[in-house]
């Protein structure tokens, strides 16, 4: 065991261990719950595989706009586990992107935000995580469909919320179904005004590739409409997007080797 990366997202936990070949050889995933409880999962697998002394670098929702998540993961898990560190799971997708480069990323899951660097400082545009969901994510499209088809969701938890996106997705491309369809239509745009927010602070800028991560951005059809809808209302500008290979589990890991290194 050479390093370990771990994604504390909106929905689900994943903690990765990697070989000095950068091979995936364990893995552990589970439900993002609290804080107490992603540090007592975390502990337990790290403890359970006698990795205790290997770098660890967490990726955590959250930890870039909330400094007493990145203190209480700190705080409890550093005299337990070798942790290097503790950064946002947005900067853990740039870096899955880009590594240390500049770039534009869009992270489309449960939540929704844009991550991009700037004179060597990571910013973003949303991902406040309002009651009605990230304009344009998972649980915002939830939100709008269930209550297009007069469904209550007042006490169903982010993920499930989220789920309901496949359903929107598949009445749009399959049944051309007008809410789905609408709803899809109002996403591209919120996201699409993300880029733009983004885009006011730079200059002379003719061709942009954006990294996409997160569930929404696996889909093919949401994909494909979310580049058609940027490439029709985000004028003079050549934007593609892709999919990072690595995972941010993987660029945690590196993160953390490459922080080993410098404390020798």
């Given at each position: 065991m050479y390093a370990i990366g771990i994604d504390r997202g909106a929905s689900y936990s994943r903690i990765s261990v990697f070989d000095s070949s950068f091979n995936e050889i364990k893995s552990y995933n589970f439900i993002t719950?609290?804080?107490?409880?992603?540090?007592?999962?975390?502990n337990n697998f790290i403890k359970k595989i006698n990795a205790e002394k290997v770098p660890v670098v967490i990726s955590s929702k959250g930890a870039m706009t909330r400094k007493e998540i990145k203190d209480y993961i700190i705080q409890n898990l550093s005299d337990k586990i070798n942790?290097?560190?503790?950064?946002?799971?947005?900067?853990g997708a740039h870096r899955a992107a880009f590594n240390e480069d500049d770039g534009f990323l869009i992270i489309i899951g449960t939540g929704s935000v844009l991550i991009y660097k700037k004179e060597g400082k990571y910013l973003i545009e949303g991902g406040k995580?309002?009651?009605?969901?990230?304009?344009?994510?998972?649980?915002?499209?939830?939100?709008?469909?269930?209550?297009?088809?007069?469904?209550?969701?007042?006490?169903l938890k982010d993920q499930l919320i989220a789920s309901y996106t496949s359903e929107v997705i598949n009445k749009a491309k399959n049944e051309k179904?007008?809410?789905?369809?609408?709803?899809?239509?109002?996403?591209?745009?919120?996201?699409?005004?993300?880029?733009?927010?983004?885009?006011?602070?730079?200059?002379?800028?003719n061709k942009l590739k954006i990294a996409l991560i997160g569930g929404l951005s696996n889909d093919e059809y949401f994909r494909n409409?979310?580049?058609?809808?940027?490439?029709?209302?985000?004028?003079?500008?050549?934007i593609s997007f892709f999919i990072p290979e690595n995972t941010i589990q993987k660029a945690s890991a590196l993160y953390a080797i490459q922080l080993d290194k410098n404390n020798k």
């Open positions: 719950d609290s804080l107490e409880n992603f540090v007592k999962e975390t942790l290097k560190t503790v950064i946002s799971d947005a900067e995580n309002p009651i009605d969901g990230d304009p344009g994510s998972g649980k915002w499209i939830g939100i709008k469909y269930l209550k297009g088809i007069n469904k209550t969701y007042i006490d179904d007008k809410l789905c369809l609408d709803i899809l239509n109002e996403s591209y745009m919120e996201l699409s005004k993300l880029i733009s927010q983004a885009l006011f602070k730079f200059k002379n800028i409409g979310l580049s058609n809808y940027v490439n029709q209302n985000i004028k003079n500008i050549d």
